[in-house]
């Protein structure tokens, strides 16, 4: 399977091994995601893994896109990325409230 899953494999080299994506694929995969994930958010769906039905049922056409466009390792990726670097950056948030009442709770005294 190549890069398109809709093309045929063109990712094989001479020797058998595999061609990287070119930065036009690479850009196509990008919009596409974005595309889906944009969805996912005026959706609230956050993780596209877990709620795999769900998003689906309300972002099908965005999903079809996106998987065409990338393959399915990087899909596999993108989605799980999706959670990790929500999950840091609620954790980031947390420790900076957590600072900042510190702080101001040692200024108090």
Not at 13 to 28: F, L
Not at 73 to 92: G, H, L, S
Request: charged share 40%; with cysteine; glycine share 4%.
């Amino acid at each position: 399977m190549g890069w398109f899953s809709s093309s045929p494999d063109t990712t094989k080299a001479s020797d058998g091994g595999r061609i990287a994506p070119n930065r036009s694929s690479r850009e196509h995969c990008y919009n596409g995601r974005d595309l889906f994930f944009d969805c996912l958010d005026r959706n609230d769906i956050l993780d596209a893994v877990k709620n795999d039905a769900d998003a689906r049922k309300k972002c099908g056409k965005e999903i079809a896109e996106f998987e065409s466009a990338c393959s399915k390792a990087w899909v596999k990726y993108f989605k799980e990325k999706r959670v990790m670097e929500y999950n840091r950056d609620q954790t980031i948030a947390r420790i900076k409230e957590e600072d900042a009442a510190t702080v101001a709770k040692n200024k108090a005294r």
